[in-house]
């Protein structure tokens, strides 16, 4: 099958996913969090801590019950879960708009998101565009994740009007909408599956989804690549998720006004866009690792960029954004890419699902961290330091990868030279 015919017989699943992960519950809480905190400390008078320790709860959660959802979206296919997720997800973030003013309800409401709303994210929209696309693979992946990448874009701006328009109650309803009211219907319209006789001839073509080429959990945990990967993923993300999460107050603590930190909020998620697309674009031409090692280098300026109290010019501050906008969306396009490319297609849910921990884990515990460290010190500044090495060594670490196994010679015993 050519490049051409499979986006020409995919683009409408891979729109229904780029769609459906920019309104699931991998970007839309954790990217509406921040502008939330200020409102949730007026009204409750709860600690940044406290608040943030939702969004931890949710990410554990979440990570840990990755590999399960994966299992469930080759077992009863990805529209089900996909669908059921979403739902799920979209009425439970409904109910933040009549929380009551105490913590263990707070809690309560991300501990149901944590326990259901994983089938939104792309650990069940990306196997479907695994299996449509093998050729352009990493472009249709960094597609399929662009829509974080609007969601990045769209949500400072939406949030901040739903916020001062009709208060932090009503914005968290109208929220709500996305999920339900965007992507529930396109995705039950445009995405599915493909036939066996539909799928591109690296992909593999047995009519049991079981049956497909690759490795087993068990087979590639036993591999060093495995965890030299999972390390990667946890360091990076260890690294951005409480940077984003902390971002507006960042801004806000050097006297942004609420348009402008929406400004820097924006470029923050046009570099995930970009970062996604073009890495995604080299990823099909050129090894990954060293693809990706440039870029995970670039947010240790950001970091520099975002340390201290005093003034920051605005363009400064969105040159920092850039750059760590930029490599979080190559790492996370690079996750889906790699965990096809070194393990194959027959494990790829339960396989992604571990390696999303990885992801689930640090974006949960980031963003407590950062606020124990703003808590505890009065600053960022320590963290931020500490992010700068992180990202350094995250990159670093996959040169050790090594060459990509070629599947297509034995499914069951690749050749561990082949690139």
Not at 22 to 31: T, W
């Amino acid at each position: 099958m050519s490049t051409t015919s499979e986006f020409g017989r995919g683009w409408k699943v891979l729109v229904a996913s780029m769609i459906g992960v920019a309104c699931g519950a991998s970007p839309l809480p954790f990217i509406t969090i921040g502008f939330f905190i200020d409102p949730l400390q007026q009204e409750f008078g709860w600690s940044r801590t406290e608040i943030s320790l939702g969004v931890t709860i949710y990410g554990i959660l979440a990570a840990l019950l990755a590999p399960v959802f994966g299992v469930r979206a080759v077992r009863y296919g990805v529209l089900p879960v996909a669908r059921g997720s979403t739902v799920i997800f979209g009425v439970t973030f409904a109910s933040f708009a009549v929380v009551p003013g105490e913590l263990w309800a707070f809690y309560l409401v991300w501990l149901m998101i944590g326990l259901f709303g994983i089938g939104s994210t792309p650990v069940t929209w990306s196997r479907a565009v695994n299996l449509w696309f093998f050729k352009q693979r990493g472009l249709a992946l960094g597609l399929m994740l662009v829509g974080t990448s609007i969601s990045a874009i769209v949500l400072p701006f939406l949030t901040t009007y739903f916020i001062t328009h009709f208060g932090w109650r009503m914005a968290y309803a109208l929220l709500a909408l996305l999920p339900l009211a965007i992507a529930l219907p396109l995705g039950l319209w445009w995405f599915r599956e493909p036939r066996v006789e539909e799928r591109p001839a690296g992909v593999g073509a047995s009519a049991d989804p079981r049956d497909l080429p690759g490795r087993t959990l068990r087979e590639a945990m036993k591999e060093r690549r495995f965890w030299i990967l999972w390390l990667s993923v946890a360091l990076v993300t260890l690294a951005y998720a409480g940077a984003l999460v902390y971002l507006p107050s960042m801004l806000k603590q050097r006297n942004f006004d609420p348009t402008s930190v929406a400004t820097v909020l924006s470029v923050f998620g046009l570099s995930i866009f970009a970062g996604r697309i073009i890495t995604g674009l080299l990823l099909d031409r050129f090894w990954a690792p060293l693809v990706v090692l440039p870029i995970l280098c670039l947010p240790a300026v950001s970091c520099w960029g975002l340390m201290g109290d005093g003034p920051r010019s605005l363009a400064l501050a969105g040159v920092g954004a850039f750059f760590m906008g930029f490599a979080s969306g190559a790492e996370t396009d690079l996750v889906a890419y790699l965990a096809g490319r070194y393990f194959g297609m027959k494990n790829y849910g339960k396989i992604y699902g571990v390696q999303y921990m990885a992801f689930g884990l640090m974006a949960a515990l980031s963003p407590t961290l950062y606020g124990w460290v703003r808590d505890s010190t009065g600053s960022f500044d320590p963290m931020l330091i500490a992010a700068a090495f992180m990202f350094l060594a995250g990159g670093f670490l996959l040169l050790l990868l090594g060459p990509y196994p070629d599947f297509s010679r034995n499914p069951t015993t690749p050749n561990p030279t082949a690139n």
